[in-house]
Structures are given as C-alpha cells and as structure tokens.
C-alpha cells in the first residue's frame, strides 16, 4: 500500500466529530467505533467533556455499542475522566500509527477490523494507524476550545501538505 493512501480516510468531514451521525455509521456497515481523545472528542488542555458529547456517545451507541477511547497520551487518571464519564473501556499511550494496542481493542469487540471505525483529527497517527490496521478510518476536525475558539492548527496543515505530496486525495480544510 502506498503512503498516499495509507494517509487517504475513508471518510472525512470536514466538521468536529459531532458530525459523524448514526445515519453515516450505519451507511458504512460500522459496528464498533475506536475514538481518538485530545482535540477529536476533547480540546487537548481540557479534562472534561463538553455538553454536546455525551448525548452524541448516547445517540451513537444505539446503533454502534462498541465503542472504545485509544489514545496517546499518557495521562491516565485523564483519559480514565472521560472514558468514565462516557462508560467506555480505554487505552492509555496507544503509540498511534503503532497497530498494537488498536488491534486490542478491535480484538475485544470481537468484530472484523474492517466493520470497526478509527475516529480522529490526525492523519498521521489516527488515520495511519486505522489504515495499517485495515480499520474503516474517519477523519475530524478538531475539537476547539471553547476559550480560545476556532483556530488555524499549524501541525494539521503540515500533514495534510504532506500527505498530499505522497498521492493523498484528501483536501486540506480551511481549518488547517
């Protein structure tokens, strides 16, 4: 597989990750969703989820009831917050593009790698890391924090030029 489309989502929207309906999820035969944490469900700095998050989880988990958080960071009496708050199982420090802990997720819903989606705001880690693993890959905008609003994301823009240079398809946002 070439870099360009190990870099290609399968589906990118170009808002933040309330965008992705049931309706989409159940348009692509999605049975289990792994969702990326910092800026894809909450701003980086932040340690709670905002008001639009849980009823989106609920309405979601109607017709997707797997549902996992994979995600970089380390911290895990964080992620342990919001993985609580949305009573959802977690990986902390999943070293995303690594498959490794993406596949222990996947393993535990017990589903195949295609019928679970990869949700996130990075293509170099979520994206790549979805596709690696054979993983119905979703691209979001990233989640802005509310005190500081919508803003340019620099590392963002140096993906998606990136990417494209390797044969992407994927158009750069005005976001980034």
Known sequence: MSWGKRLQPDLFLTETILSLTPELLQQHNIQG??????????????????????????????????????????????????????????????????RRKLRRAVEAMNLPADRVAMVGDRLFTDVLAGNRLGMFTVLVKPMADPAVGDRKYLIHSIEFRISRALGSTTPIPDWA
């Open 33 to 98: 969703l792994v969702l990326d944490v910092d800026e894809t469900l909450v701003p980086i700095k932040m340690s709670q989820i905002s008001a639009e998050i849980l009823p989106w989880i609920e309405s979601v988990r109607k017709v997707v009831p797997q549902i996992w958080l994979a995600s970089n960071n380390v911290s895990e009496s964080r992620i342990h917050r919001i993985a609580e708050a949305l009573n959802v199982p977690y990986i902390t420090g999943a070293a995303k593009p690594s």
